[in-house]
């Protein structure tokens, strides 16, 4: 799929169907109102809206419609990624990373974890 940009509702649908897949219509409208306070309008828009893009697929679940993503969701990370560093910081994820490590954002543990990812992106492989 080439690269898109996904809106704030469409990653919401998507992170739904990327825990579990494929989903009834009902069983997306269930979770969404949990998590994001949706009505079932809201949803089913959404889901149709989503179809049309080629962002979800819907088959037939016995009597109900079922969904599975069509996006990948590591590419669709990735993407958003990229236009996020290229928007705000240029591109850089050093200038990033010194705005967060100047404010004192990044814990212990995460200052530790990103070490650990550096090494590893050092000697050549994917952490």
């Known amino acids: 799929m080439e690269r898109v940009k996904l809106t704030s509702s469409e990653w919401n649908v998507l992170g ?7 989903r009834t219509a009902m069983q997306i409208v269930s979770e969404l109102e949990r998590t994001v306070g949706w009505h079932r309008s809201t949803t089913i828009t959404i889901l149709h809206r989503m179809e049309a893009k080629g962002l979800l697929r819907c088959e037939q679940a016995g009597r109900g419609k ?3 993503p069509l ?7 990735v993407a958003e ?3 996020f560093l290229d928007r705000v910081y240029r591109g850089s994820v050093g200038m990033m990373m010194s705005a967060m490590a100047q404010r004192q954002e990044l814990s212990g543990d995460e200052i530790a974890e990103l070490r650990a990812i550096l ?5 050549g492989g994917a952490q």
Request: aromatic letters at 8%; one cysteine or more.
């Open 16 to 22: 739904c169907l990327w825990e579990q897949s494929p």
């Open 81 to 83: 990624t990229r236009s």
């Open 119 to 123: 090494d590893q992106a050092e000697k």
């Open 66 to 68: 079922a969904y599975v």
């Open 71 to 77: 996006v990948d969701r590591e590419q669709a990370e």
